[in-house]
């Protein structure tokens, strides 16, 4: 029997205890008009057989070349990460509850913390969240309790912001009465300037959302648009890339005043890049940081660094008075068990790579990116969108639908990016392109020769 | 008696300025000259500088600072720790599934796992269709209340706003129909733990959107008038919310959308057997009945012809939305399909045949050993109540004291102080993947536990005494935030 270790004896010995005839029996309470009939289920499989009919599933779809980023990035993931990951001792455990019997995970989420801080320039962090699209509900919720001088639960979205994460945050923080209100970005830099935000100067606005890079790969000038919004005091949602902190200035840092009110009020972001896999798209982990100042309105876990009963040093989940378990209907969110295990992997990737590591793979992306960039622009009937600077994305403008130079390209074995027609009508035909430090020379030449290809032969035909 | 490492110095103090794990980094490029001085980073972020060694020796003596399933006996109520198979894991992690990028060509043979795995879902709920994006039970619950909303809403039925939530509940009941913009009415259970039938039916009315409910409850014990409690709800024009929390006492013997659910939510990572991590990710994978079909989050795996494709926005307007970047916890998801598969039709129905065989005979010896079940009249769900309010008044010792002690036999505690309405409460789910053995093992400890109680308390109010620390100071860590390692300036 898959999974119980019940002999026959066992089985009549505890039967014997209980006093019960059958295994039936303990079921009696329920009504018999409500007893389920045999499921319609497939039989049992042996693991050699289901590795087979896996292996062949996951082989079948192919390992094509990847060029696409969009919220999803494709990095070096260290041997270490995983092997100690899945470590039973982590894969296996519960929630830190007990902290005496968890210090291990209690430990390594404080760490992760303290790292989640030092990336990102603020002064406390929480365990996770879900992904980013949902740490930006969370953060929008967040903004509306912690901005106490708005009452308008207003929030400005750019247009350049992840179109996803601006759906989930509609689905997640509607329903709380929150009204998001869009706001446009330059064609031709590709970004958002500040005056397409004067017409909300002196309104009542509860936050303004910033993406660094922005959906497009582009950079936000960040300073400005942070000095804006607290000018008008308006809280700042920050939504970064974690790899890009390591050469970006951290949103704590974003603005230009010198007093202890600089920086982002919030930052979140997608965790996945540190160490975690694209696996279709999940699990990933979503981060948060903020002020000291705004720790009790932080949804999620928390960690802190206390002493034992003893006076040695420990680890235990805090500030539980926020959440679910003790609030009830009162929480700061819903949210209990998240990301654990992204986290683990996150905090040792972190760990391997430290600052000069990440900076290397943020320079490497950026690099590849421009070569690619560089080498696609050059063919005809492509061009560069916009001209704002870039981390490692970039918009490219096609001659023709791109639905069909992507699908010309995926029998080629490359997976040229994503078509923006859907999300992005008013571009025209483009195409997000994405190259980090894993895409070398011949992956980028491969793209570029295909693609040329591709373009030719349209050509010839029309 | 348990014997984990004491001390580990945090990361950061392992590290030497310049210390690398240079195999990792790739070859330098210039690339980040080309950004702005003015959006450039100053000061590089203080993170560790540390050898992949010291990575790896680090991580490693953190894991075996944690009690786990692999490790121990983890009988902790509600949570259902249960062995993780590692084929799940395996499979789960073939380079080709975790090399696929969300926004790519749909993978026909991931969804392929996906479609197989929300029709299984279906069938073993009774319910008409299934959702697999919600990352996490408590996100499940939104999705769930948000669709119970839409509903309402589809019908112009704009007065119902009103969640109605047993006592006994998870505290996330609650806190989610708050997040979806309701208004919480908490009813009381009787003496038996069921349902305050009358207090149901003076709670119900036109501004109820639905109720929310565990079944077996979070008492451990099956609600005998849930075809009563459906009926109520449903003339009353409201609809009937599932928490899937303790579907593992029921898989296979009874149906949430037989009993007259509407929708239900699953926590993949509990009754099928995804791990735990640590905490997360779970998956809170929703079922729907006929209802509330149009309302499900997306997307959902569909298929056209031989072809598997993303439902999305165009196929379902009415939709509730997206709930996560992509596509929810995929990884989660496959190792669910792996676990069901491995189980198939006949594993499915042992496993509540088997908890429920481990819960009855651990309650039984426990009453035996002269602890006091919470609701002795009662059979054992999955899982059950023991209540320390009289050793609490004989001798002073608390649940919190056993539950520390028990770590100190090697056991990992049971759920402690939940649900609230048991007074000294231990909540405890043995899962079925337990041999009797260590349930005996767990009764002997629980016997010895009682000894010291009478004869030497002392030894339970400073427990735990073999942990790699003693009891915590969490009035401390509330009150003097230590939330991050900071450089010496």
Not at chain 1, 395 to 401: A, F, I, K, T, Y
Not at chain 2, 104 to 124: D, R, S, T, V
Not at chain 2, 202 to 207: E, N, R
Not at chain 2, 226 to 255: F, Q, T
Request: glycine fraction near 8%.
């Amino acid at each position: 029997m898959a999974f119980i270790p019940h002999t026959a004896d066992d089985i009549d010995r505890m039967l014997e205890c209980i006093g019960a005839k059958t295994i039936d029996d303990l079921f009696d309470e329920i009504p018999v008009a409500l007893r389920a009939g045999e499921l319609k289920l497939p039989p049992a499989m042996g693991e050699m057989e289901l590795g087979r009919l896996l292996t062949e599933r996951a082989t079948g779809d192919g390992r094509p070349v990847n060029f696409i980023g969009a919220g999803a990035y494709e990095h070096h993931i260290p041997a270490p990460v995983w092997a100690i990951t899945t470590r039973g001792e982590f894969y296996s455990a519960y929630t830190p509850y007990q902290a005496e019997a968890s210090q291990g995970t209690l430990q390594l989420i404080y760490e992760y913390q303290s790292m989640m801080c030092a990336l990102t320039g603020m002064e406390v962090s929480n365990a996770s969240l879900y992904d980013g699209a949902s740490a930006l509900a969370e953060a929008c919720l967040m903004a509306v309790r912690a901005n106490r001088g708005s009452i308008s639960r207003r929030i400005l979205l750019p247009r350049s912001l992840n179109p996803t994460y601006a759906q989930v945050a509609l689905a997640i923080a509607g329903n709380q009465g929150i009204v998001f209100e869009s706001v446009d970005f330059d064609r031709s830099a590709g970004r958002t300037l500040l005056e397409s935000l004067q017409p909300y100067t002196g309104q009542d606005v509860t936050a303004l959302v910033i993406q660094q890079p922005n959906f497009f790969g582009s950079l936000e000038e960040a300073d400005e648009l942070t000095d804006w919004a607290h000018q008008n005091k308006i809280l700042v949602i920050a939504v970064v890339n974690p790899i890009s902190l390591a050469v970006l200035k951290a949103p704590g840092q974003w603005g230009t005043r010198t007093d202890s009110g600089h920086g982002a009020d919030i930052v979140c972001g997608e965790g996945q890049p540190l160490g975690v896999p694209l696996a279709s798209g999940g699990p990933y982990f979503g981060f948060m940081t903020t002020r000291m100042q705004y720790v009790r309105q932080m949804p999620g876990r928390i960690v802190g660094r206390t002493v034992d009963t003893e006076g040695r040093p420990g680890f235990s989940l805090t500030l539980q008075a926020r959440e679910q378990h003790i609030r009830r209907s009162k929480a700061t969110s819903n949210i209990c068990t998240n990301q654990g295990l992204l986290v683990t992997a996150a905090t040792i990737y972190m760990s391997l790579m430290g600052a000069a590591g990440l900076q290397q793979v943020a320079a490497a992306s950026l690099q590849r990116t421009a070569d690619l960039v560089a080498r696609l622009s050059a063919i005809a009937g492509v061009k560069v969108a916009f001209t704002a600077a870039r981390f490692h994305e970039a918009v490219l403008l096609l001659d023709r639908p791109v639905a069909l130079v992507l699908s010309a390209l995926a029998r080629r074995g490359i997976l040229g990016g994503l078509d923006l027609s859907d999300r992005y009508p008013e571009l025209g035909h483009a195409l997000l392109v994405c190259a980090t430090e894993t895409k070398l020379d011949v992956d980028i030449d491969a793209y570029a020769a295909a693609l040329a290809e591709v373009m030719q032969t349209a050509r010839a035909a029309a | 008696m348990a014997d984990l490492p004491a001390r580990e110095p945090l990361i950061f103090e392992l590290g030497k300025p310049g210390r690398q794990a240079g195999t990792q980094f790739p070859p330098r490029a210039a690339g980040s000259a080309e950004i702005p001085a003015h959006l450039r980073r100053a000061v590089p972020p203080a993170l560790p500088e540390v050898s992949e060694l010291q990575v790896v020796r680090h991580f490693t003596r953190l894991s075996q600072m944690n009690f786990s399933i692999d490790t121990h006996f983890y009988p902790l109520g509600s949570c259902t720790m249960k062995y993780n198979p590692k084929a799940c894991n395996s499979f789960a992690m073939l380079p080709e599934f975790l090399g696929l990028h969300p926004l790519g060509p749909e993978p026909q043979g991931f969804m392929a796992c996906m479609y197989e795995l929300q029709e299984m879902l279906q069938e073993i709920t009774g319910m008409q269709a299934v959702s697999l994006t919600p990352m996490a039970g408590a996100q499940g619950e939104f999705a769930g209340v948000a669709m119970i909303r839409a509903y309402h809403r589809a019908r112009n039925d704009l007065g119902r706003t009103e969640i109605i939530v047993p006592q006994a509940a998870h505290g996330t009941n609650p806190a989610t129909a708050a997040m979806c913009g309701c208004s919480v009415k908490e009813i009381p259970c009787d003496a038996n733990g069921d349902v305050d039938i009358e207090a149901l039916r003076a709670a119900v009315g036109p501004a109820t959107a639905g109720i929310m409910l565990t079944n077996p409850s979070t008492l451990g014990v099956f609600e005998h008038k849930i075809a009563e409690v459906a009926s109520i709800v449903h003339e009353a024009g409201g609809l009937l919310y599932y928490d899937g929390a303790n579907l593992n006492a029921i898989l296979g013997k009874v149906r949430p959308g037989d009993m007259g659910f509407d929708v239900i939510h699953m926590n993949l990572h509990k009754t099928f057997s995804t791990p735990h991590g640590g905490g997360g990710p779970g998956s809170g994978a929703v079922g729907v009945g006929a209802r509330l079909r149009p309302f499900l989050p997306i997307p959902i795996v569909g298929r056209d012809g031989g072809r598997y494709r993303w439902l999305t926005e165009r196929d379902l307007p009415q939709s509730i939305g997206r709930l996560s970047g992509f596509m929810g916890n995929a990884g989660v998801n496959l190792r669910a399909y792996v676990y069901m598969r491995l189980l198939g039709r006949e594993g499915m129905v042992r496993v509540a045949e088997f908890a429920a065989l481990n819960a009855n005979y651990l309650m039984k010896r426990l009453q035996a050993a002269g602890y006091e079940a919470a609701y002795p009249t009662r059979r054992a769900s999955h899982e059950f109540i023991i209540t320390l309010k009289r050793e609490n008044r004989l001798y002073g010792v608390t649940a919190m004291d056993v539950a520390k002690r028990l770590l100190d036999y090697g056991f990992h505690a049971p759920t402690t102080y939940f649900p609230l309405l048991v007074p000294e409460c231990l909540l405890i789910e043995p899962t079925e993947t337990e041999a009797k053995e260590d349930l005996d093992r767990f009764c002997e400890a629980m016997i010895a536990i009682r000894r010291e109680m009478e004869h030497e308390s002392e030894k339970l109010a400073a427990a735990p005494h073999t942990m790699p620390v003693r009891r915590l100071d969490d009035v401390r860590a509330a009150k003097q935030l230590d939330l991050a390692w900071k450089p010496a300036a």
